[in-house]
């Protein structure tokens, strides 16, 4: 089956670094997605990696290795707002997007 | 980005009724939009594929009959929750790709909170 795992929940100080890893096993890879998702929100993107290597957007970073099924989805200099829910998605074979039940980050003063 | 645009936000009905959610595309033409669910706590669940001029391709275990999807048009794909109850009640959102995967990006709607009492 198709799987795709990620931690639950994550706690972090504002202005510090956190790092949310994404771990997938999937029939097929064709791009793995990072969105960002508000409580009562639609998700919002974040970022598309599909070759390995470390993809940088301001304050957020997205890694990825093909050869381990694994990304994360590092945050820097944490704010406030920065505090929701993390959802790592894969486009598989198929090009069907999988989803991670998603990582919800608090953010702490 | 484009745009996608959902219509109603948020709707409460009594149940036995149906309730019709737009999925509109703003700036692009939208040949596939997908539907999905998410309930409180939990990840999207993909409901279905709507394919503009023809039949959605459901996913496993979701009712064809109870969830009637359109896509008549480029920008506009249409949900209606048949003959509502309370278990309807959720979170439905959206999505439309502009081109390509390659774009890298998946743009979603604004999603619609339904409350069935």
């Excluded at chain 1, 793995?32 to 290597?53: I, K, R």
């Excluded at chain 2, 709707?11 to 539907?35: H, N, P, Y």
Aim: proline content about 3%; some cysteine.
């Amino acid at each position: 089956g198709q799987n795709i795992d990620q931690p639950t929940e994550m706690t972090a100080t504002e202005g510090a670094i956190v790092q949310i890893n994404c771990t997938y096993q999937t029939s097929g890879f064709n791009g793995l997605f990072w969105y960002q998702q508000h409580a009562g929100e639609a998700p919002t993107f974040l970022s598309y990696n599909v070759l390995d290597g470390l993809e940088e957007k301001g304050r957020f970073s997205s890694f990825l290795s093909r050869s381990k099924g694994y990304s994360y989805l590092l945050l820097k200099e944490l704010q406030m707002k920065d505090s929701a829910s993390y959802l790592c998605a894969v486009l598989d074979s198929n090009y069907q997007l999988i989803w991670g039940a998603g990582t919800k980050l608090i953010i702490k003063p | 980005g484009a745009v996608v645009s959902q219509h109603p936000s948020r709707v409460i009905c009594k149940s036995g009724t149906s309730v019709k959610i737009e999925c509109r595309s703003l700036d692009f033409q939208a040949t596939t939009m997908f539907w999905y669910r998410q309930f409180p706590k939990q990840s999207l669940m993909l409901m279905a594929t709507s394919n503009e001029g023809s039949k959605a391709t459901y996913e496993q275990g979701v009712e064809k009959d109870k969830f009637l999807i359109n896509h008549a048009s480029l920008t506009l794909s249409t949900l209606t929750v048949t003959s509502a109850h309370p278990e309807d009640s959720s979170f439905y959102i959206c999505s439309a790709r502009d081109h390509g995967w390659d774009t890298g990006e998946l743009f979603f709607g604004e999603g619609s909170r339904l409350t069935v009492l």
